[in-house]
T-cell receptor
Framework: DTEVTQTPKHLVMGMTNKKSLKCEQH?????MYWYKQKAKKPPELMFV???????INESVPSRFSPECPNSSLLNLHLHALQPEDSALYLC????????????????FGPGTRLTVL | AQKVTQAQTEISVVEKEDVTLDCVYE???????LFWYKQPPSGELVFLIR??????QNEISGRYSWNFQKSTSSFNFTITASQVVDSAVYFC????????????????FGPGTRLSVLP
């Protein structure tokens, strides 16, 4: 059973709304990730947090704003999204990230299916 | 650069058949790790296996087995006696140590293989 939880499971929002996705892990991991996955594609990395600090931002538009309040929690704040941002957003965690790289196993949450109208 | 190829986009089998999912990878690193994940229709990526580049022993876990061949840069996954519950998209992934100056994505997913097991 996964120990990475994500809320909400589904989210529908308009282009002017502000919403947040939440992720929590209970494995004592020190690295957390946000991925975006479009239909029939593999996940694409968006952000990596290591020891609660942002270590990688894969050139994600500023309408996506990550936040890591503590080692167990990861948020993704959404504002002024576009319809093409509709996707499955996956959170993952791993033991740690040494420098910019991690070869540890990443454990994924169930995802949030986001629809932008 | 690192790359993972899963040549089979979609596979359909009848229940109880054996099926092999192919994965071919490219990396210049000598230390790397290979993974398989399962993504059922619910969306969650389920971790199946992690194998390091120095361990070429095949692995078996119940109906699942993995064949790692460094000579052909392949890490294939076989499901024996497939079941309807095995229907999912399966991703092979590669992660390498990389170089100190090479910042960027080092956990690379293949495009995935959609497996349908028919009753």
């Amino acid at each position: 059973d996964t120990e990475v939880t994500q809320t909400p499971k589904h989210l529908v929002m308009g282009m002017t709304n502000k919403k947040s996705l939440k992720c929590e892990q209970h494995m004592g991991h020190r690295a957390m990730y946000w991925y975006k996955q479009k239909a029939k594609k593999p996940p694409e990395l968006m952000f990596v947090y290591s020891y609660e600090k942002l270590s990688i931002n894969e050139s994600v538009p500023s309408r996506f704003s990550p936040e890591c309040p503590n080692s167990s929690l990861l948020n993704l704040h959404l504002h002024a999204l576009q319809p093409e941002d509709s996707a499955l957003y996956l959170c993952a965690s791993s033991q740690e990230v040494r420098g910019p790289y991690s070869t540890d196993t990443q454990y994924f949450g169930p995802g949030t299916r986001l629809t932008v109208l | 650069a690192q790359k993972v190829t899963q040549a089979q986009t979609e596979i359909s089998v009848v229940e109880k058949e054996d099926v092999t999912l192919d994965c071919v990878y490219e990396t210049r690193d000598t230390t790397y790790y290979l993974f398989w994940y399962k993504q059922p229709p619910s969306g969650e990526l389920v971790f199946l296996i992690r194998r390091n580049s120095f361990d070429e022993q095949n692995e078996i876990s119940g109906r699942y087995s993995w064949n790692f061949q460094k000579s052909t840069s392949s890490f294939n996954f076989t499901i024996t006696a497939s079941q309807v519950v095995d229907s999912a998209v399966y991703f092979c992934a590669l992660s390498a140590q990389g170089s100190r100056d090479n910042y960027g994505q080092n956990f690379v997913f293949g495009p995935g293989t959609r497996l349908s097991v028919l009753p």
